[in-house]
């Protein structure tokens, strides 16, 4: 199994710029997630989805929008990049929710805005 | 958010030594996880801790949830170099869905 695959690796993006970092999982879980990670910060949950055609806000959702059209897919958009959405983002999956539930992690992407 | 505080921020230990990370908060959790996160990859499950009081060992690590389910620790005898990585402590809180917050992790390096 893949598990959790992202693409781009690694991108450069001039300010105001637009992209799309895609997420897709093998797992069939229900549950979808993006981070991003900054030094000194930890995780913080940008948008989430329970199920395919649903997306929710999390911690920190401005400047970007996410679409699941398909269960397995997971897309990230940043509208006009800004030197503060410089990060690692990571997809996340898991079956389901309550304290047990395992989130299984993607390669991450990381993005710089010039 | 139900703020997840980590202690020490980094930690350098030679081989064999024993440490242990702090993961506290002010808040009660349904539960705790542990990961680990080795450059370039995401982060992968240790554990998860539900029960007040409860422990867990996984071979050389041992996982402590506080009896009022608001603090954690992981202990690691006789580290290896292998045990190198960023420890990340991840607490779902009693009225979320099951969003995890994330503490900003423990950097552990050990030289041989």
């Known amino acids: 199994n893949a598990g959790v695959t992202q693409t781009p690796k690694f991108r450069i993006l001039k300010i105001g710029q637009s992209m799309t970092l895609q997420c897709t999982q093998d797992?069939?879980?229900?549950?979808m997630y993006w981070y991003r990670q900054d030094p000194g910060m930890g995780l913080r949950l940008i948008h989430y989805?329970?199920?395919?055609?649903?997306?929710a806000k999390g911690e920190v959702p401005d400047g970007y929008n996410v679409s699941r059209l398909k269960k397995q897919n997971f897309l990230l958009g940043l509208e006009s990049a800004a030197p503060s959405q410089t990060s690692v983002y990571f997809c996340?999956?898991?079956?389901?929710?309550?304290?047990?539930?395992?989130?299984?992690f993607g390669p991450g992407t990381r993005l710089t805005v010039t | 958010t139900q703020l997840l505080e980590q202690s020490p921020q980094f930690l350098s230990i030679q081989e064999g030594e024993n440490l242990t990370v702090y993961c506290n908060s002010s808040s009660v959790f349904s539960s705790l996880q542990w990961y680990r996160q080795e450059p370039g990859e995401g982060p992968v499950l240790l554990v998860t801790?539900?029960?007040?009081?409860e422990v867990k060992k996984l071979k050389r690590l041992t996982f402590q949830f506080g009896d009022a389910r608001k603090d954690s620790s992981l202990h690691i005898t006789a580290a290896q170099p292998g045990d190198t990585g960023l420890y990340l402590c991840a607490g779902t809180a009693p009225d979320s869905w099951g969003k995890l917050q994330f503490g900003a992790g423990t950097q552990v390096v050990v030289t041989p």
């Open positions: 989805s329970v199920g395919e055609g649903t997306t």
């Open positions: 797992m069939n879980h229900n549950y």
């Open positions: 801790v539900v029960t007040g009081g």
């Open positions: 996340a999956s898991s079956r389901g929710t309550g304290p047990s539930r395992e989130q299984y």
